[in-house]
């Protein structure tokens, strides 16, 4: 989450009563910018209501959210897809990355041909179109190391 941090949040070593006191005097003075998370909000209550009465509450199988709400971005270098997504007005979802690490998306998104396509456990893997083989290291945080 890139919203943690200062103001919101200080990290301070305890038993070092100086640096303890200091980081107080700080926070006594800073006015952050009140922060409401999207599903607080009544707009995003009303979203969950209407999911809420509008399921299929026959069917046995529930999405969510729904595949028809994935909206693909191509993030600037040197940026997570968290940080893209905010830009863009967007929440980087996690259960998305199954439906995105596919070969037709970054042909589409990205213009790598099949026949380049490698599947890959790094991380990063400069100039190459790699599709990610292990479910366990998508990350919305991630991003490429600097100057790649």
């Not at 997504?85 to 996690?94: H, K």
């Amino acid at each position: 989450m890139e919203r943690l941090g200062k103001p919101y949040v200080y990290t301070v070593d305890i038993n070092d009563e100086r640096a303890l006191t200091d980081a107080i005097k700080s926070a006594l003075k800073e006015k952050p910018i009140p922060f409401v998370p999207e599903e607080f909000t009544p707009q995003g209550m009303l979203i969950r209501v209407n999911m809420l009465v509008s399921r299929d509450l026959c069917s046995n199988i529930s999405v969510w959210p729904p595949p028809t709400a994935l909206q693909s971005i191509l993030a600037a270098s040197e940026q997570s897809c968290e940080k893209a997504c905010e830009v863009a007005g967007l929440v980087c979802e996690p259960s998305f990355f199954p439906l995105v690490n596919s070969a037709d998306v970054l042909e589409n998104l990205v213009g790598c041909a099949h026949g380049s396509l490698s599947n890959s456990t790094a991380p990063h893997a400069p100039y190459h179109c790699t599709l990610q083989s292990s479910s366990l290291m998508f990350s919305c945080a991630s991003r490429p190391p600097p100057g790649s």
